[in-house]
Structure formats: structure tokens, C-alpha cells
């Protein structure tokens, strides 16, 4: 089973930039769909970008044509690249693995958008 820890998160200034790592043992990456979700407080957890098996991308409408979603096979991470962030993008960001019905999710990262 595969086990996942994310880092990357921190403060940032608006119109910033961070980048996400979601780092898995246990198992091989390229197999599993991959996706990041985030939870702002006093708010339900959203869907903010995956990749597939065959390296197909998705994202939120919020996030697209700012955030960018990658997988480094050789270091089984994926990462989530973050630019022009906005004080709305501020939450916990969690990244979730799916294969075969089965979702493990990571422990989460906090990423706060504030001058």
C-alpha cells in the first residue's frame, strides 16, 4: 500500500509562487491516479488538480493556467507548482493516490497566501 507525505507548503506573498511535493513509498507512482485537494477553514475539501496513469492533467476552473501538476517517476513525486497565488488559495493542501477503488491520502501541507 502506498504511503504519502507532503511538503512544500509555507507563507507566501500574493502573486507568489510555491511548489507542492507529495512524496509516496510503498508503491509505484506512475501507477495511481495522483491528485491534490485542499481544505480552506470552516470548508469542505475541493478537487485541485490530478494526473492519471497515462499522464493526463485536470484542474479546477479556480487553478487552471496557474497551478501546473507533474510527476517525477524516478523520485515516485508528484508535485503541485503554484504561481500568481491569491489570498483564496489559502488552505491545506492534501494529495491523494487512486487505484483499484482505493484512495490514500497524505497528512496535508498548510499553504497561507497573505501579505
Known amino acids: 500500500q502506498v504511503q504519502l507525505v507532503e511538503s512544500g507548503g509555507g507563507l507566501v506573498q500574493p502573486g507568489g509562487s510555491l511548489r507542492l511535493s507529495c512524496a509516496a513509498s510503498g508503491s509505484i507512482v506512475s501507477s495511481y491516479a495522483m491528485g491534490w485537494y485542499r481544505q480552506a477553514p470552516g470548508k469542505q475539501r475541493e478537487w485541485v488538480a490530478l494526473?492519471?496513469?497515462?499522464?493526463?492533467?485536470g484542474y479546477a476552473d479556480s487553478v487552471k493556467g496557474r497551478f501546473t501538476i507533474s510527476r517525477d517517476n524516478a523520485k515516485n513525486t508528484v508535485y503541485l507548482q503554484m504561481n500568481s497565488l491569491k489570498p483564496e488559495d489559502t488552505a491545506v493542501y492534501y494529495c491523494?493516490?487512486?487505484?483499484?477503488?482505493?484512495?490514500?491520502w497524505g497528512q496535508g501541507t498548510q499553504v497561507t497566501v497573505s501579505s
Open positions: 491523494n493516490a487512486i487505484r483499484g477503488g482505493v484512495t490514500t
Open positions: 494526473i492519471n496513469s497515462g499522464s493526463t492533467t
